[in-house]
């Protein structure tokens, strides 16, 4: 913490007493401003949302400097008001004791009194003037603040429901996502090649099974020709022994 305030210190005193520590300063703020706006262009891009709440608290901020500026002309407008009243208080005052000077042939009396007179009417009619402007700055400036809250009151609902909108859209488009992954996680041609391959097999072991009993009935035929000719051999090897008698 001291190292912090000594270092503190000494920017002050160099930024107090140095031409070029002003400068150097200067740059220094320059830099760190363009840097917050470069902060502030990145979170836009990333958050749209949070830069357009960050944008609307900023001007509902100066709204309340503006706000400021009303509470000014107001005030001015009111002193203004009090000393018109004073004023012509006072006029109704010199007057009533110029009428009495007058009547009492005090011309002395009743011109100083009127001098006096005079100059609270060029008072009136100074301040009246600047009543005018007074209160035609303070209408345009308290018309001004109203529309200004009014907009205020409209962006925030505004992004309320932008708000509303993004999250539901982000929502939607997750969703979307997830149907694209799933459908083409599901690819119905593999499927179908699989089962291709599937009914090649089996028509594969089907033609085997075949082969295999065509082969058999062949050995079966075989074997029964072998038994038909021995048989001949034996009912020839009869009519051999009688031709031999």
């Known amino acids: 913490m001291s190292n912090f305030l000594f270092a503190a210190v000494a920017v002050f005193a160099i930024v107090s007493f140095s031409g070029p520590g002003k400068r150097m300063f200067k740059a220094f703020l320059r830099l760190l401003g363009a840097k917050m706006d470069t902060a502030a262009e990145e979170i836009s891009k990333v958050d749209p949302l949070a830069e357009y709440r960050s944008q609307i608290a900023s001007n509902a901020e100066k709204a309340k400097m503006a706000q400021q500026v009303v509470n000014t002309a107001a005030k001015q407008l009111v002193s203004l008001q009090s000393q018109l009243e004073e004023d012509f208080k006072d006029k109704e005052r010199l007057s009533s004791r110029i009428e009495k000077a007058l009547a009492s042939n005090n011309e002395s009396k009743a011109t100083t009194l009127a001098l006096e007179l005079q100059r609270v009417e060029a008072y009136i009619s100074e301040n009246s003037a600047q009543l005018e402007v007074a209160q035609k700055s303070y ?3 308290l018309s001004f603040m109203k529309k200004f809250e009014e907009k205020i009151v409209s962006l925030r609902k505004d992004c309320e429901q932008l708000g509303m909108q993004l999250s539901q859209s982000e929502a939607e488009k997750a969703l979307a996502e ?64 009688s031709d031999s008698n």
């Open 178 to 241: 997830a149907t694209a992954a799933m459908k083409n996680s599901i690819n119905i041609s593999d499927l179908s090649e699989i089962r291709n391959n599937i009914l090649d097999k089996i028509n594969s072991n089907k033609g085997t099974v075949l082969a295999a009993k065509d082969l058999s009935f062949a050995d079966e035929d075989e074997e029964t020709e072998e038994e038909r000719k021995l048989q001949a051999a034996e009912v020839l090897s009869r009519f051999r022994k």
């Open 139 to 141: 209408d345009e400036n």
